[in-house]
């Protein structure tokens, strides 16, 4: 189980030698999810993600994990773009692939 106050990187895919990130930031704990989450859940308190650019995700919104882990499952060459997460919540009504840390 990833504690409270870890650097974790939130990821909402990787395909073809690219990975789609929301960024890093912080694991801050479980809580209950706001109205504006994506993702897919069941009515439990989610993992919420404190973003180092102030924004928040959550954990059914995304593939996260500790920085280090998620980033050596992918290899060097892959590129890394980075996905804002208001932009896509509003693209989107759901956000494929979430739930629990994927590492």
């Not at 479980?30 to 993992?47: C, I, K, S, V």
């Not at 998620?70 to 996905?83: H, L, Y």
Request: proline residues 7%; negative net charge; charged residues 25%.
């Amino acid at each position: 189980m990833t504690e409270i106050g870890t650097k974790v990187t939130a990821i909402l895919e990787a395909k073809d030698g690219v990975v789609r990130s929301f960024g890093d930031g912080v694991y801050a704990g479980d809580f209950p999810l706001p109205p504006e989450a994506g993702g897919f859940n069941l009515g439990q308190d989610n993992p919420r993600i404190d973003l180092d650019n102030g924004k928040t995700v959550w954990g059914c919104e995304s593939w996260w994990g500790p920085t280090e882990k998620v980033r050596d499952q992918f290899p060097k060459d892959w590129v890394w773009e980075t996905v804002d997460i208001d932009a896509h919540r509003k693209a989107n009504t759901s956000i494929s692939g979430g739930g629990t840390p994927s590492v």
